[in-house]
């Protein structure tokens, strides 16, 4: 091995989609490419949402797709002691304060947003006193104070990407009300101690990846590189969703071998020169960041 460790982390509330399979295959592509090891985990936070017959169909489907994995991690559903521990390095620092602004205040029209239409938090109980907390009759989620200062990363496929948290994010909520930890500080965590050191996902995470950084910076985590890939659009335009049945495994495995689904997605996605059929090890061979497409790409000949 080449001490490159990849990674593909879905979450099992429903059968894949060609925008989870483009994701995972650029991923592998990218590790085996190096001789590196691929990881596959679980992100079943959500224990409302996902099922383990799921995670079953999202690993067997992969197996179909040659994308096989070397290890798989134990699922984040297992792991809130880990998560608690983290959150209480970061209590310890005192960079956590209560939150109790509701979802309407934050997503509100006289909130602070960005160009994306993404809120800004605006601090509003950074600074409450203990008689106000004291007051509070809901339960608060819990956010960590950033800094105000810059985070960037050289993306292998957006570029140079820089943010600066307290102007563009403000504190974030690391977890929520119910006890649970948020995304953000779970998948720090696992990455880390996983030893995974290239991060490749949809283009819609790169904002969230100064977040990472910073709370790689703060548990004393290396920082992974990064790697985004472009969204994937039904033909009307829309962004792929696990509603999108006529787009999912179940459906596209009853039109199309493996290797013809993964080469007509590298042709799309301009890693490959023609639609022909391709399988997963050939694509480790040829594959290059520098091929990748930046853009959103329509799946118009599926």
């Given at each position: 091995?080449?001490?490159?460790?990849?990674?593909?982390?879905?979450?099992?509330?429903?059968?894949?989609?060609?925008?989870?399979?483009?994701?995972?295959?650029?991923?592998?592509?990218?590790?085996?490419?190096?001789?590196?090891?691929?990881?596959?985990?679980?992100?079943?936070?959500?224990?409302?949402?996902?099922?383990?017959?799921?995670?079953?169909?999202?690993?067997?489907?992969?197996?179909?797709?040659?994308?096989?994995?070397?290890?798989?991690?134990?699922?984040?559903?297992?792991?809130?002691?880990?998560?608690?521990?983290?959150?209480e390095l970061l209590r310890e620092q005192g960079l956590l304060y209560p939150c109790y602004?509701?979802?309407?205040?934050?997503?509100?029209?006289?909130?602070?947003?960005?160009?994306?239409g993404t809120y800004i938090y605006p601090g509003t109980c950074r600074s409450l006193t203990?008689?106000?907390?004291?007051?509070?009759?809901?339960?608060?989620?819990?956010?960590?104070?950033?800094?105000?200062?810059?985070?960037?990363?050289?993306?292998?496929?957006?570029?140079?990407?820089?943010?600066?948290?307290?102007?563009?994010?403000?504190?974030?909520?690391?977890?929520?009300?119910?006890?649970?930890?948020?995304?953000?500080?779970?998948?720090?965590?696992?990455?880390?101690?996983?030893?995974?050191?290239?991060?490749?996902?949809?283009?819609?995470?790169?904002?969230?990846?100064?977040?990472?950084?910073?709370?790689?910076?703060?548990?004393?985590?290396?920082?992974?590189?990064?790697?985004?890939?472009?969204?994937?659009t039904a033909p009307d335009g829309r962004r792929l969703s696990k509603r999108d049945a006529?787009?999912?495994?179940?459906?596209?495995?009853?039109?199309?071998?493996?290797?013809?689904?993964?080469?007509?997605?590298?042709?799309?996605?301009?890693?490959?020169?023609?639609?022909?059929?391709?399988?997963?090890?050939?694509?480790?061979?040829?594959?290059?960041?520098?091929?990748?497409?930046?853009?959103?790409?329509?799946?118009?000949?599926?």
């Amino acid at each position: 091995m080449s001490g490159c460790v990849g990674r593909f982390a879905p979450t099992p509330s429903g059968r894949m989609h060609l925008g989870n399979v483009f994701a995972a295959m650029v991923a592998w592509a990218s590790a085996k490419s190096k001789g590196g090891e691929f990881v596959l985990r679980m992100e079943d936070l959500d224990t409302l949402r996902t099922r383990e017959e799921y995670a079953s169909a999202i690993r067997e489907d992969l197996r179909w797709l040659g994308l096989t994995w070397d290890r798989e991690t134990e699922p984040q559903s297992r792991r809130s002691a880990v998560y608690d521990r983290y959150w209480e390095l970061l209590r310890e620092q005192g960079l956590l304060y209560p939150c109790y602004c509701t979802r309407s205040a934050l997503h509100s029209v006289n909130a602070p947003h960005r160009d994306d239409g993404t809120y800004i938090y605006p601090g509003t109980c950074r600074s409450l006193t203990d008689a106000e907390r004291a007051a509070m009759t809901r339960p608060p989620a819990w956010r960590v104070r950033v800094p105000d200062r810059e985070f960037s990363l050289d993306d292998w496929n957006y570029g140079h990407y820089r943010q600066n948290l307290a102007h563009e994010c403000g504190d974030f909520v690391v977890r929520r009300a119910d006890g649970v930890s948020v995304y953000q500080l779970a998948v720090v965590v696992d990455d880390a101690e996983a030893g995974v050191t290239e991060v490749v996902r949809g283009v819609d995470l790169l904002g969230s990846a100064p977040w990472q950084m910073y709370l790689q910076e703060l548990f004393g985590f290396p920082h992974p590189h990064y790697g985004h890939v472009p969204l994937l659009t039904a033909p009307d335009g829309r962004r792929l969703s696990k509603r999108d049945a006529s787009l999912d495994l179940a459906t596209l495995r009853r039109h199309y071998t493996a290797e013809q689904l993964l080469g007509r997605m590298c042709y799309l996605s301009g890693l490959t020169d023609c639609p022909g059929a391709i399988s997963a090890a050939e694509l480790a061979v040829e594959f290059s960041w520098k091929k990748l497409k930046s853009e959103d790409i329509c799946l118009k000949i599926f």
